[in-house]
């Protein structure tokens, strides 16, 4: 899906609230050439008066876990960025729903691919609605495969890697589809091209498990999470192949930006009765009241900053 942005008054670069148009770096950086960079997608909802943002620590956490992989030392502390990111919403005032990106690459320096140079990082916050249609989405499985996981370290968050989704997600707009589904090295199903994949089956829900191939979804783990603590459901994380795929009873994504998305079709083959499912409804409901804070259980997960437009 192509997204459509308004720019915000603010962002954050290098430890300072910037204004938008001075957040800058030279076209020098070591990132910009060779994708070497991680980075998050965290979603804030605006709710009366409120932005209430989703499982902030647990996305920074996430950023410096892709930092280490990629032998990145982030010269910032987790605490540093979790506060930056709450002064950066607060500042730019919102009205509405948000996206919030922070971002770590390497700056100037050299251009030797062993160069270390500093690293340099962002963080951006956008008002942003919704990012796949609600009602259901048809899918195709992409000719773009994942890699095996001895080639681009697939669970880091790492910039480079988006190439691969950029060439999924852009193959599946150009034949028609909403969004690409990628098959891992050995030919089951992976994920989207910037989600993670259930399928239900039996009002069970199956899910790829984290060492196949795919990044390790904090929608995902909070779905799990939902639908084995309220809503016993059973949840299998194991393969899945196409053929399963083709014929569960319901299937969705799960992501920051898709949150829960109803797949209804996938390469002509309608997925159960090509509208939103019965357990997919369910979890929908869930996580809407989840990330605005509704639920005592999982309050924790929630940032509440007061937020009043000008
Ligand atoms: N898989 C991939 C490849 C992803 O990029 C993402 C997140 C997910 C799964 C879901 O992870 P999580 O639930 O932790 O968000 N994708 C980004 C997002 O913010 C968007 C990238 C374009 O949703």
């Known amino acids: 899906m192509s997204v459509e942005v308004t720019w915000p008054k603010y962002a954050w670069l290098n430890g300072k609230i910037v204004e938008w148009d001075n957040a800058k770096v030279h076209v020098f950086v070591h990132g910009l050439h060779y994708g070497t960079g991680v980075f998050e997608g965290i979603r804030g909802y605006y709710d009366n008066g409120y ?11 996430r950023l410096f876990r892709s930092a280490k992989i990629i032998h990145m030392e982030i010269p910032y502390t987790i605490d540093e960025l979790v506060e930056a990111t709450i002064n950066l919403v607060k500042a730019n005032r919102f009205g509405k729903d948000i996206y919030i990106r922070p971002i770590a690459f390497r700056g100037l320096g050299s251009f030797g691919l062993r160069a270390k140079n500093p690293v340099d990082v962002a963080i951006i916050a956008v ?49 028609g589809y909403d969004e ?31 060492y196949d191939g795919i990044l390790e ?17 059973r949840v ?21 930006a898709a949150e829960i998305t109803p797949i209804i079709e ?8 090509g509208q939103i499912g019965e357990v997919t409804s369910q979890i ?19 940032t509440e900053l007061t937020s009043s437009p000008p």
Not at 142 to 169: C, E, F, N, Q
Request: glycine letters at 8%; one cysteine or more; charged letters at 30%.
């Open 180 to 210: 690409a589904i990628m098959l891992d090295v050995e030919g089951y199903i992976a994920e989207g091209s910037g989600e993670n994949i259930f399928i239900v089956k039996d009002r069970k829900l199956i899910t790829p498990p984290v």
């Open 127 to 175: 008002e942003f609605g919704k990012y796949l249609k609600k009602s259901g989405i048809r899918c195709t499985i992409s000719s773009w495969r994942k890699p095996p996981a001895d080639s681009i370290p697939i669970y880091a968050k790492v910039t480079g890697m988006y190439l691969l989704y950029h060439l999924a997600s852009l193959e599946a707009a150009m034949n």
């Open 217 to 233: 979804g904090i929608t995902r783990d909070t779905v799990i999470k939902l639908a084995s603590e309220m809503l016993g459901l």
């Open 266 to 273: 996938v390469d002509g083959r309608t997925i159960g009765r």
């Open 284 to 302: 929908i409901e869930l996580y809407n009241m989840t990330v605005l804070g509704k639920i005592e259980k999982y309050r924790h997960w929630v």
């Open 51 to 61: 932005i209430k943002i989703f499982r902030l620590r647990d996305h920074i956490l």
């Open 236 to 256: 299998e994380e194991r393969r899945i192949r196409r053929e399963e795929l083709y014929t569960a009873d319901e299937a969705f994504f799960t992501g920051t």
